[in-house]
Structures are given as structure tokens and as C-alpha cells.
């Protein structure tokens, strides 16, 4: 069940969890200038982001570098682009991994998540929820 992931974040961690999926692709047509040039998808836009995070006062900041880090690895292993030289983070931590797999199943048109019946919470507990398998 949803309990089962909820319990390894706390309230405050689930918070800043929601604050880098808000944030995430906030640069993603980059600057004003950028986008004023050329209204598509900037590679380096989850560096963008994070950057802008940094700039923004109010959080203690090993808060700001948390949902930062999260914001800059958010890619994946889809973490470069042959027309750039910028190699992107890949998600490492447990923050990391949850709001790049957020991203991406929110991307996919069309998604079939399948349940063990046998999965216990001690199952899950073990971080497995943060692998998967994309199947073409």
C-alpha cells in the first residue's frame, strides 16, 4: 500500500518532495530570452531550475540543496543531449529516485501498473518500489 512508501518519508521530506515535483520543469522553456528565441524543451532546463531554487530565500539550506538535487536529476538516465555538453546528475537518493519516477509515469500516455498480490510492506521496505522496467 501508499503507507508503506509514506513511512519512509517524514511529513517535512514529503513536503519538500511535493515542492521538486512542482518545480521541476519550471525552466523548461528556459529564460525569457530563450524562450523568445525558440519555444522548445531547453535540455539544461533541470539545472535551470535548481539554480533558481538556490537564489530562493525562506528554506534552511540543507533544504534548498535537497530539493535542488532532486530538481537537477530528475532526467533520468535520459541525462544527455547530442546538441550539448551539459551531462545531467542521475537520481541517487531515495528523494531523487521518487521524483524522477514521478515524472516520469506522469509522461507516459498510456500506463499499466501491475501489483503482486503476495507484496508485503517489509517487500517494499527494501526500496524495490524504485526499480522498474520500461517495456516497449
Not at 518532495?17 to 525558440?38: L, P
Not at 535540455?43 to 538556490?54: K, Q, S, Y
Not at 525562506?58 to 535537497?66: A, C, F, Q, R, T
Not at 515524472?103 to 500516455?109: E, G, N, V
Amino acid at each position: 500500500s501508499i503507507d508503506c512508501i509514506k513511512n519512509d518519508f517524514s511529513s517535512r521530506e514529503r513536503d519538500l518532495m511535493r515542492v521538486a515535483g512542482i518545480m521541476h520543469d519550471s525552466m523548461k522553456s528556459g529564460t525569457d530570452e530563450d524562450y523568445a528565441r525558440s519555444k522548445y524543451t531547453k535540455f539544461e532546463h533541470p539545472i535551470l531550475a535548481a539554480n533558481n531554487i538556490r537564489k530562493m530565500p525562506g528554506l534552511p539550506n540543507d533544504e534548498i540543496e535537497l530539493v535542488a538535487t532532486t530538481i537537477e536529476s530528475h532526467m533520468g538516465q535520459w541525462n544527455t543531449d547530442r546538441r550539448s555538453k551539459t551531462v545531467l546528475p542521475t537520481p541517487e537518493n531515495k528523494y531523487q529516485k521518487l521524483v524522477h519516477l514521478a515524472d516520469y509515469l506522469a509522461s507516459r500516455k498510456d500506463i499499466e501498473v501491475l501489483f503482486d498480490k503476495n507484496i508485503t510492506c517489509s517487500d517494499v521496505t527494501d526500496k524495490t518500489y524504485f526499480s522498474w522496467e520500461v517495456k516497449a
